[in-house]
């Protein structure tokens, strides 16, 4: 069965970092992109970042920028968002998503979801 399952949310204060991990089962990660999408609460769902197969990434946040970065093991079949110097606003549940193709910023091109992990950014 194919699975996507979030992890490393939680509570942190202005400032602090996190890094979230995104494992797949069921299927090999390796073949496809894989997004990292956020929902704040009574907001859209957005795009954050997206790392290609071939290990290129995409922005899609500018309020993200020089703070939280992408990556992938292949070899462990997860990926990872690190997020640093994170802000109030950064507060939302985070979602790893992905696509067989090359990265989108539109969620309804992506196959599979995980179900997300709550990050909180309060001091």
């Known amino acids: 069965q194919l699975q996507l399952v979030e992890s490393g949310g939680g509570l942190v204060q202005p400032g602090g970092s996190l890094r979230l991990s995104c494992v797949a089962s069921g299927f090999t990660l390796a073949y496809y992109s894989i997004g990292w999408f956020r929902q704040a609460p009574g907001k859209e769902r957005e795009g954050v970042l997206c790392i290609n197969i071939s290990g290129g990434w995409i922005n899609y946040a500018d309020s993200v920028k020089g703070r939280f970065t992408i990556s992938r093991d292949n070899a462990k079949n997860t990926a990872y968002l690190q997020m640093n110097s994170l802000k109030p606003e950064d507060t939302a549940d985070y979602y790893c998503?992905?696509?067989?193709?090359?990265?989108?910023?539109?969620?309804?091109?992506?196959?599979?979801w995980g179900q997300g992990t709550q990050v909180t950014v309060s001091s």
């Open positions: 998503a992905v696509r067989r193709q090359v990265c989108s910023r539109r969620l309804n091109d992506y196959d599979h």
